[in-house]
C-alpha cells in the first residue's frame, strides 16, 4: 500500500486522545488524503481484519475518536473543499467537502472567498465564480468548537447556540460519499433513498444492496443525538448522520449554504432569581416565524460568580465590564433590516419589565465588536471550568470534569432545573449551569473537589439522567454517545433497543471493524 | 478647490468603483455611482472605471510657492543620555535621502547637557549637531520639547525634519508640527525624494496596514516625518567624518511644561521582544487559552522570546506587552516561528522584513504563507508540541 | 462643581480588511460597515466615569460624514449629554492638521471646557497626532497614551501614562487634553434601555458656516499632507515548503534555526 502507516509510539501518542479525558491505544495511524487513500487504507485493515477507529479533529469529548487498539484512519489531511453546485430547486448554494475540512476554514474560505480551487471541474468553478461575484451566502450550521471537522460534525450530528434557529448539522447536509467497512461506496443524496415502514433497502455505488429493518425505537421528541436517528420512513440519508462513524466512513460531504442574514445582534440580561428569568426565557420562546430568535442561552450564577472572581483576581476577560451577580439569559438574533431590530428591541423592553429586570442594566451587542464580547463571555464559561479542573487535578489527579449534556421536552425545563439545583444543594456540590435553554438543554457541570464528590457526583448524574429519560428527555442532545455514554444509551432506549441497533450497525459493519467502543461495548460485538 | 466627480453619461452603473474607495466614498444613487464627501481624493477609483466615468481635479502641488528652507533634520530622541538606536537609522536614511538630493544633515539634541558622545551622531551620518541644554529638558516633556523644536525649526528654516516613531516621538512630532502648521505623515515605512518635485515622498501603512499611502507636504516647511523604528538603516559608524557640535542657547523660561512626578522604567524577564534571536509569536490558530502554556514552555525551552498577535492579546490570552504589530511593538529576531498566526498585515508590520520567518498554520489559505521563508501547512499546536519534545522538554498536559 | 467634559471621536471602517486585486491592481474593501474607532470608546468610558464620580456634562464631537450621527447616537446612548457633528463637504479631504484645526474651532464653540479626552490612534489612519495637535491649538497641554487617571483636586488631576520604557506619573493643571490607551478602564455596553433612548436622540450639525475659522485652513485645500497615491501592501517572498509529520517538520524547524546561528540552551541556561 503507498499510504503510509505511522508506527512509532510517541508519533502516535497524541493521536491516542481527543477532548474527553480518555486515552486509548492503537499501533499505527495512518493520514489519507483522499477518498482513494481512504479505501486503500479500509481495504488494507480489512484484509488483516484489523479494527479501525476514524478520527478528525478530535475535538469530540465523549471519547468517540479514541482508539480502542487496532488502527486509527486520521483525516485532518483530507481537508480540502472540492467543488461547489447551484441547487436549481431549493435556489441555494452547495459545498462539497473532504471531512477533515474544519468547520472555522469552511467559515473562512466562504467569507473571504478563497477557497483553493485547485482539481475543481470547469462546472464547479463556474458556479464558484458566481458565488464570488453575489456575495451574501453563509454556512448556517452552528457549533461551539469551530475547530471541528465536517466529518466529526456528521459524525455527532453537532449543533450550537444558533442551532436553536437553524437546525443542527442535518439540517444542513445535503449529500455524502460513505464508504463501508468491506470499501464498497455509497453516494447518497437528500431526497433519493427512503425506508419504508421500518425496512430499508438501500442502493450501492456499485449497484449492490444493503437490506434491513430498522430499530423500532421512538426518538424523543427533544434535540437529541443519542443513538441512530431513526423514523419508520426517514430519508437514508440521516442514517449517516449522528451515528459516530458506527456505519462507514463519511468520505464527502455536500452541505447547503444559505443567505446570510443581515445583522446580527445579540443582549444579555441579568436575573435575581431563577423564576423571573425562565419567564423571560419562556416569553423568548413564544417568538416564532421571522422573530424567532438565533439562540437563548443561559448562565446561572454559579457561571457569572467565577468569571467576575476571574476577572476581579486574574485579570482576565478584559473587555468585558465586571459581571454582576445574577444569574444571565442571552438571546441573539438574526434580522434583515435595522427597522426589524427598533421593533424588536422594544418587545424585548416590554418582556424585561414584565420579568422583572432593568432594560438599563442589560447588555447589547450592536455592533460585530461587541457581539464579538458577548461570544468571548459565553465562551469564557466552559472554559473557565476546564481550567478550574485542570488545576485541581494537579493536586488530584483522578479527579475529572463531570458534566451532562441532557435535554428534556418544553414543559420540563422548570422541573428540570429545580431538580438540578435542589440536588446539587442537598448534596452540597459544587454545579454550574449553562447551555441552549431554548432548546431545554442544559450542560451542568460539577467541579469535584476530592474523590467523594467525584463519586457522589457520577451517581447524582445517573439519578438525574434516569428521572429525565423518564420524563421524556434524552441523555445526549449533542455530544453523542461515544465510549462514555454506553451505559446511559441502554438506560434510554432498554436492551432491545440497543440490540437492534447492534443489528443494524451489522448490516454495514458485519464484523464490527468500524469505531469498536463507539456506542456499543466492544465485548458482546461478535 | 479640488472636485471630482462621476461623468454620468459615461457611468454604465458596473458598481466596480465601490469596494476600490478606501474610504467607502463611493455608493450608488440609482444606477449611477455617487462620491460623498467621505472622499479623500486619493485618485485609488479613477483606475477602476473602465468607462474613464471618474474625474479628479486636484490643484497641482504647488511646491514653488514654498518658503525657503533646507537640511535635513533628524531628532536625537535621548533617554539617560543615551542616543535611542533609530536615531542612528534616521540618520542613515537622511544620508540615502542627501544623495538623491544633496542637503546638510543636522542632528538635533535636546537634554540637560550635551555628553561628548554626540560625536558619534556625526560619525552616523550627521554633518552637524545643534544641541538644546537645560536642566528642564532632563525629563522626556511632551509639552517642553514640541516648543523647543518648532522655535529651533523657526530660526533655521530645515526642509525636512525626520522624528522617530517611538511613543515619545509620536506625541512631540505633532504638536510641534501643529505649532508650525506644517505636515506631519506618521509612521513611515519608506522615504524617498520625487525627482521632479524634490519633495520628500513619505510612504506609511493605513487601514491597519493593509493599504500604504504616499503621502506628500505641498507647501509647508518644514516636511515632518516620524518613521518606524527597525525599518532604515544605520550606517556604520565612520569616526573620521568631521562636523560641529553647536550649542545652541535658548530660553525656556515663558514654556510650559509638564510636572512629571515620577518615571519608572519596566524590569524584563528573560529575554526581552526587543533582544532575542529567536521569537516565538502564538496567533489565534492556536485555538485557545489553554495552549498558551505550551508556547511559554516552547520559548523557554528555545531561550526565546514571546510575541502574540493582537487578537490573542485581546482575548486575554497574554498581556500586552507581547504584542507585535501595528499597535504593538515592532521586532526583528533572526527567526521569527509564527504558530497559528493568519498573518494580517497589521501584525507583519510589526516585523522587521529582514527576519527569517517560518510559519506553522492549518489553514493552507493563511495570508502569511505569501510572506513566509518557510511555510508548514499542518496543526500549529502538533508541531509546537513535538519541538518542545525534540528540545527535552515537556508539553505539562493538563 | 460641575465639570465640562469633550470627547472627540472619529468612525471608522468596521473591517480594516483591504485586499488586492490581482488582476486589476487595485483595492477592494470588505464590507461597508462602520463603527466607532475602538480606542474613542475608552476615552468615551473615562469621559462618563467621571462624570458619575465628579459631575458634570459630557460632548461628544466627531468631524465626519452625516452617517457618522450614528456612533454620536451611541453615545448619547450611554450616557454622553451633547453630541455635535462636524458636518460639511468644505471639510472632505482634511489631513490632521487640518483636522485639528476644525475641531478647535468647534471646541472654542462649545464655550467652556476642563477636559478633552482623545483614543490615542484611530485604526484607520493609525496616525495618533489629531490629539496633540488639537491640544496645541487650543493652547493647552497634553499627555498621550494615558492608562490611569485620578483627581488630586477639581482642577488638577494625576495622570499615569505608558511611555516606551515603562510609565510616568505626570500632575496637571485643567484645562488639559488626554489620549488613552485600552488599559485605563473596560468600556460599558450599551443598555436596551439606552438604545432605544438613541431612537429619538438629537445630533447636532454644525457646518464650516457654524464656526469661527478660516475657510481656506479646513478641508482638503487646508491640509498640509496630501495623499499621492494609494496602494495595497505586499510583502511576497518565494517561500519554502516543509512537509512532513509534526516530528519531521520539527527537526527541519530545528535545523533552520541551527543554520540561522541559533544556539541550544544548557539546562542551566533553561529559565522557566
Known amino acids: 500500500m503507498r499510504l503510509q502507516i505511522v508506527t512509532q509510539k510517541d508519533e502516535i501518542l497524541p493521536y491516542l486522545r481527543d477532548e474527553s479525558n480518555w486515552t486509548g491505544s492503537a499501533e499505527g495511524i495512518s493520514f489519507p488524503q483522499s477518498e482513494d487513500e ?115 460534525m456528521v459524525s455527532t450530528n453537532a449543533s450550537g447556540a444558533k442551532s436553536y434557529l437553524y437546525g443542527p448539522m442535518r439540517a444542513h447536509v445535503e449529500g455524502v460519499r460513505v464508504l463501508l467497512a468491506d470499501g464498497r461506496a455509497l453516494a447518497l443524496r437528500r431526497g433519493e433513498q427512503f425506508a419504508r415502514a421500518g425496512n430499508f433497502r438501500l442502493r450501492l455505488e456499485d449497484d449492490t444492496y444493503i437490506e434491513g429493518k430498522l430499530p423500532t425505537y421512538r426518538m424523543p421528541a427533544v434535540k437529541n443525538a443519542s443513538g441512530y436517528y431513526i423514523k419508520p ?216 473537589t476530592d474523590g467523594q464528590d467525584y463519586l457522589r457526583g457520577k451517581a447524582l448524574f445517573q439519578e438525574w439522567a434516569r428521572q429525565i429519560i423518564n420524563a421524556g428527555g434524552t441523555v445526549s442532545a449533542e455530544h453523542g454517545i461515544g465510549k462514555l455514554k454506553i451505559a446511559q444509551l441502554s438506560e434510554m432506549y432498554g436492551a432491545r433497543a440497543i440490540a437492534e441497533m447492534r443489528a443494524l450497525k451489522r448490516c454495514f459493519d458485519p464484523l464490527g471493524a468500524l469505531n469498536p467502543g463507539t456506542m456499543f461495548t466492544v465485548e458482546e460485538n461478535a | ?147 523647543v523644536l518648532a522655535r529651533l525649526a523657526v530660526t533655521y528654516r530645515p526642509e525636512i525634519f525626520l522624528v522617530g516613531a517611538t511613543g515619545f516621538g509620536r506625541s512631540i512630532a505633532p504638536r510641534a508640527a501643529s505649532a508650525l502648521d506644517t505636515g506631519l505623515t506618521a509612521d513611515c515605512t519608506r522615504l524617498d525624494i520625487d525627482p521632479q518635485s524634490g519633495l520628500l515622498l513619505q510612504t506609511r501603512p493605513a487601514f491597519g496596514g493593509n493599504l500604504l499611502a504616499t503621502i506628500l507636504c505641498r507647501t509647508r516647511r518644514p516636511q515632518m516625518a516620524t518613521v518606524r523604528p527597525k525599518v532604515m538603516q544605520a550606517l556604520p559608524a565612520d569616526y573620521s567624518r568631521s562636523g560641529n557640535v553647536r550649542m545652541e542657547s535658548m530660553d525656556l523660561s515663558g514654556m510650559a511644561g509638564l510636572c512629571i512626578e515620577s518615571t519608572h522604567v519596566n524590569r524584563e524577564d528573560g529575554p526581552g521582544l526587543d533582544n532575542a534571536e529567536v521569537v516565538v509569536g502564538i496567533g489565534r490558530g492556536i485555538g485557545s487559552a489553554r495552549q498558551v502554556k505550551l508556547y511559554k514552555h516552547l520559548a523557554a525551552a528555545l531561550g526565546a522570546g514571546l510575541a502574540a498577535s493582537r487578537a490573542v492579546v485581546d482575548l486575554g490570552w497574554v498581556d500586552y506587552s507581547h504584542q507585535v504589530g501595528q499597535t504593538g511593538i515592532t521586532i526583528a529576531p533572526k527567526v521569527y516561528l509564527a504558530f497559528g498566526i493568519s498573518g494580517s498585515v497589521q501584525h507583519m508590520a510589526g516585523l522587521s522584513e529582514n527576519t527569517h520567518l517560518v510559519a506553522v498554520n492549518k489553514d493552507e489559505n493563511a495570508p502569511i504563507f505569501a510572506v513566509a521563508d518557510e511555510r508548514v501547512r499542518a496543526d500549529c499546536n502538533e508541531v509546537a508540541a513535538a519541538l518542545l519534545r525534540q528540545l527535552g522538554g515537556d508539553a505539562a498536559r493538563e | 462643581m460641575s465639570l465640562e467634559i469633550v470627547v472627540c471621536v472619529k468612525q471608522v471602517p468596521a473591517s480594516t480588511r483591504v485586499r488586492l486585486n490581482a488582476a486589476t491592481n487595485t483595492i477592494i474593501r470588505e464590507g461597508i460597515e462602520m463603527m466607532l474607532n475602538p480606542f474613542d470608546a475608552y476615552a468615551l468610558e473615562a469621559a462618563l466615569r467621571i462624570k458619575t464620580s465628579m459631575g458634570g456634562r459630557v460632548t461628544v464631537i466627531s468631524m465626519g460624514i452625516p452617517s457618522a450621527a450614528e456612533i454620536l447616537r451611541f453615545a448619547l446612548g450611554l450616557g454622553a449629554d451633547r453630541a455635535v457633528l462636524l458636518s460639511d463637504k468644505r471639510f472632505a479631504g482634511a489631513d490632521t492638521l487640518a483636522t485639528a484645526y476644525s475641531l478647535a474651532a468647534a471646541v472654542r464653540k462649545l464655550g467652556t471646557w476642563d477636559l478633552i479626552f482623545c483614543g490615542r490612534q484611530a485604526v484607520d489612519g493609525d496616525t495618533a497626532q489629531v490629539g496633540p495637535s488639537l491640544a496645541q491649538k487650543l493652547g493647552i497641554p497634553h499627555l498621550t497614551a494615558v492608562s490611569r487617571l485620578e483627581f488630586l483636586s477639581p482642577q488638577r488631576i494625576l495622570c499615569e501614562k505608558m511611555t516606551d520604557e515603562g510609565y510616568q506619573e505626570v500632575a496637571m493643571e485643567l484645562p488639559a487634553l488626554l489620549t488613552v490607551v485600552k488599559e485605563i478602564n473596560t468600556p460599558r455596553f450599551l443598555s436596551l434601555e439606552g438604545y432605544l433612548e438613541t431612537l429619538g436622540a438629537v445630533v447636532e450639525i454644525w457646518g464650516a458656516d457654524d464656526l469661527d475659522l478660516d475657510p481656506s485652513r479646513i478641508g482638503y485645500d487646508g491640509s498640509a499632507t496630501w495623499v499621492m497615491s494609494t496602494a495595497a501592501a505586499e510583502r511576497c517572498k518565494n517561500g519554502k515548503e516543509i512537509d512532513g509529520s509534526p516530528q519531521e517538520v520539527a527537526a527541519k524547524i530545528l535545523e533552520t534555526l541551527t543554520q540561522q546561528g541559533w544556539q541550544s540552551l544548557t539546562s542551566e541556561d533553561r529559565h522557566e
Open chain 2, 1 to 147: 478647490m479640488s472636485e471630482i466627480r462621476v461623468v454620468t453619461e459615461k457611468c454604465t452603473g458596473c458598481r466596480l468603483c465601490l469596494p476600490a474607495c478606501p474610504y467607502g466614498a463611493i455608493s450608488m444613487s440609482g444606477k449611477k455611482a455617487l462620491i460623498s464627501a467621505a472622499c479623500v481624493f486619493c485618485g485609488a477609483c479613477v483606475p477602476v472605471c473602465r468607462f474613464d466615468a471618474i474625474e479628479l481635479f486636484t490643484e497641482k502641488p504647488a511646491w514653488d510657492e514654498a518658503p525657503s528652507s533646507s537640511g535635513i533634520w533628524v531628532f536625537a530622541e535621548q533617554v539617560d543620555g543615551k542616543v535611542k538606536p533609530v536615531v542612528l537609522e534616521l540618520l542613515g536614511e537622511a544620508s540615502a535621502l542627501a544623495r538623491k538630493k544633496a542637503s546638510k544633515i543636522t542632528a538635533v539634541w535636546l537634554g540637560p547637557d550635551a555628553p561628548d558622545q554626540l560625536q558619534c551622531l556625526i560619525a552616523q551620518g550627521a554633518d552637524e549637531v545643534i544641541a538644546v541644554t537645560d536642566a528642564r529638558l532632563a525629563e522626556r516633556d511632551e509639552l517642553l520639547y514640541p516648543q
Open chain 1, 233 to 448: 420512513d426517514m430519508d437514508l440519508l440521516d442514517l449517516f448522520i449522528g451515528s459516530e462513524g458506527t456505519l462507514g466512513i463519511v468520505a464527502e460531504i455536500t452541505l447547503a449554504l444559505s443567505k446570510t442574514p443581515a445583522r446580527a445582534w445579540g443582549l444579555l440580561a441579568f436575573f435575581s432569581e431563577t423564576k423571573r428569568a425562565l419567564q423571560y426565557v419562556q416569553a423568548l420562546k413564544l417568538l416564532g416565524g421571522a422573530q424567532k430568535p438565533a439562540a437563548i442561552e443561559y448562565f446561572d450564577r454559579a457561571c457569572l460568580d467565577m468569571i467576575r472572581r476571574e476577572q476581579m483576581e486574574a485579570h482576565s476577560h478584559k473587555g468585558l465590564p465586571l459581571l454582576p451577580a445574577a444569574e444571565g439569559v442571552y438571546v441573539e438574533f438574526h434580522q434583515p433590516a435595522q427597522v426589524d431590530v427598533d421593533a424588536r428591541a422594544l418587545q424585548m423592553r416590554v418582556m424585561l419589565q414584565n420579568a422583572g429586570a432593568d432594560p438599563a442594566e442589560t447588555w447589547l451587542a450592536v455592533t460585530p465588536q461587541d457581539l464579538e464580547k458577548l461570544i468571548s463571555f459565553r465562551h469564557a464559561v466552559p472554559e473557565s471550568i476546564n481550567r478550574i479542573i485542570a488545576e485541581r487535578k494537579r493536586e488530584d489527579p483522578t479527579l475529572t470534569k463531570l458534566g451532562t449534556d441532557m435535554a428534556v421536552p418544553d414543559d420540563r425545563l422548570d422541573w428540570v432545573l429545580r431538580l438540578y439545583t435542589e440536588s446539587l444543594d442537598k448534596l452540597g456540590l459544587e454545579g454550574l449551569k449553562f447551555g441552549h435553554i431554548g432548546d431545554n438543554h442544559l450542560h451542568v457541570n460539577i467541579l469535584p
Open chain 1, 38 to 152: 481512504i479505501r486503500e487504507a479500509l481495504l488494507f485493515h480489512a484484509q488483516r481484519h484489523t479494527p479501525i477507529t476514524v478520527q478528525g479533529a478530535r475535538t469530540g469529548i465523549t471519547g468517540g475518536a479514541v482508539p480502542h487498539g487496532g488502527q486509527v484512519i486520521n483525516l485532518s489531511r483530507c481537508n480540502r473543499a472540492l467543488g461547489m453546485a447551484w441547487d436549481e430547486g431549493k435556489q441555494r448554494f452547495l459545498l462539497t467537502v473532504q471531512p477533515g475540512m474544519l468547520f472555522s476554514q469552511v467559515q473562512k474560505g466562504l467569507a473571504d472567498k478563497a477557497f483553493n480551487t485547485e482539481g475543481w471541474s470547469r462546472e464547479s468553478l463556474k458556479v464558484y465564480r458566481r458565488f464570488c461575484s453575489e456575495g451574501g451566502w453563509s454556512f448556517t450550521a452552528d457549533i461551539t468548537e469551530t475547530s471541528a471537522s465536517i466529518g466529526g
